[in-house]
């Protein structure tokens, strides 16, 4: 069977409805940055998911070609994943939002064959992938929590976990090199709104 990020390593994709601390490894990412709404067309968001999509999957049936990748496993595609912030600390006002969109990428990945895969997926799906870079992130320790509902609600359980770390000692750590991170586990295409369901994780520190 395919291996699953989600199933293997569930206290990364799959926390309680109540905040908890988790230590977060290094992980390999394809990634694109851009800024903006991300419901605004011209704030490329949408466009950097199907990128990251075309990469990934290119990577993943590589081995229906002639590419063979040293260290290759079959695999589930990790969920998409972004990073959030702003000038003024303030993710409501989207239009000021920066970002990084991203999904893992399996450690048998190095630089070799990202570039092939970025390669490979520009001239067989002719797209644009100059902006696709791979990124390494170390987020060590973090709060998160899985939000249930839209989106716009997510102060709600943002609330939850500040409240947490009041109680617990424990300090906002977002800084110009740890984001606002969250996890889409729910196709807002298929899935209503009130049912979605997004991992939220807020660096901190003592």
């Known amino acids: 069977m395919a291996f699953d990020y989600k199933k293997e390593f569930k206290e990364f994709y799959l926390p309680p409805k109540k905040p908890v601390i988790v230590d977060v490894p290094e992980m390999k990412f394809v990634s694109v ?41 079959d695999y589930v595609v990790p969920p998409l994943e972004s990073l959030w912030w702003s000038a003024n600390n303030d993710l409501a006002s989207k239009k000021d939002l920066e970002w990084i969109s991203m999904i893992r990428l399996p450690d048998f990945v190095d630089r070799d ?15 644009e992938l100059s902006k696709a870079e791979m990124i390494v992130l170390n987020e060590g320790r973090c709060i998160q929590c899985m939000h249930i509902g839209s989106y716009d609600d997510e102060a709600r359980t943002i609330g939850l976990m500040e409240k947490y770390c009041q109680d617990n000692g424990l300090m906002n750590g977002i800084s110009s090199e740890r984001h606002h991170h969250e996890i889409y586990l729910s196709d807002p295409r298929r899935v209503s709104e009130e049912k979605l369901k997004t991992v939220i994780r807020i660096p901190v520190e003592r």
């Open 33 to 73: 940055r851009g800024h903006g709404d991300p419901n605004d067309v011209d704030s490329g968001y949408k466009a950097s998911i199907e990128m990251l999509y075309s990469v990934s999957y290119t990577i993943k049936m590589s081995k229906m070609g002639d590419r063979r990748i040293a260290g290759y496993f």
């Open 113 to 127: 064959v990202f570039d092939w895969a970025v390669d490979e997926a520009s001239r067989k799906r002719k797209m």
